[in-house]
């Protein structure tokens, strides 16, 4: 099972599109997938860097962690609308780590209206299921895809994001079958 979270405060529409598109694509592998809770900011206020006025990304992974064998899951993925960051990088659109089984991606430089832009929800949440999808298959053990059309493919930016599909090369889900322990 693929458990997803959101991480403070978050439209529905879009938890619900993130979860409808993982829970269709990971039924081929008889995995399921379910939205299992809101969590609120403050278990993570630990990874808020005020100078920067960003979360530290990867210091979410250890309580998702947990959460994920609390709930016996495959794997958790939690969702916000907080800026992340990593050491090195102005900002990440996700991060995972597929030790500890848990990703998170953020949806904060997915709008349109980040970049001064119309909103636009049907483009806003084709980008959150994409990074959703990228970042599960890094939790499977998936590295990135010299296939600009395949979701393992590395976003650079936006324009890398809109890009590619939502789904794995063949190659790449030839990998993720193998990853899983799929057997037919
Ligand atoms: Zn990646
Ligand atoms: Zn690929």
Same mark, same amino acid.
């Given at each position: ?5 959101? +991480?403070?405060?978050?439209? =529905? =529409?879009?938890?619900?599109?993130? *979860? !409808? ?7 081929? /592998?008889? +995995?399921?997938? $379910?939205?299992s ?11 808020f ?13 250890? %309580? ?10 495959? !794997?958790?993925?939690?969702i %916000? ?23 998170v ?5 997915l709008?349109? $209206? ?16 994409? $990074?959703?999808? &990228?970042?599960?298959? &890094? *939790? ?9 059309? #395949?979701?393992? &493919? ?6 890398? %994001?809109? /890009?590619?599909?939502? %789904?794995? #090369?063949?190659?790449? $889900? ?7 322990? *799929?057997?037919?």
């Amino acid at each position: 099972m693929i458990v997803v979270v959101s +991480i403070g405060p978050i439209e =529905w =529409w879009l938890v619900d599109g993130i *979860v !409808a598109f993982v829970r269709d694509y990971y039924s081929r /592998f008889g +995995i399921s997938a $379910e939205f299992s809770g809101k969590l609120p900011v403050e278990p993570f206020s630990v990874a808020f860097n005020p100078s920067r006025g960003q979360y530290l990304g990867r210091v979410f992974l250890p %309580t998702l962690s947990a959460l994920r064998e609390r709930l016996n899951a495959k !794997a958790v993925l939690g969702i %916000t609308e907080l800026d992340l960051y990593e050491e090195g990088l102005n900002f990440i659109f996700g991060v995972a780590n597929p030790s500890l089984g848990s990703a998170v991606v953020s949806l904060h430089r997915l709008r349109n $209206e980040f970049y001064g832009l119309q909103p636009d929800e049907e483009v806003l949440l084709e980008r959150a299921i994409k $990074e959703a999808m &990228h970042e599960l298959g &890094h *939790v499977f053990g998936l590295s990135h895809c010299p296939n600009r059309r #395949c979701v393992m &493919h590395f976003s650079n930016s936006l324009l890398d %994001t809109d /890009f590619k599909g939502p %789904t794995y #090369c063949p190659r790449c $889900e030839e990998k993720l079958r193998k990853n899983l322990g *799929v057997i037919e």
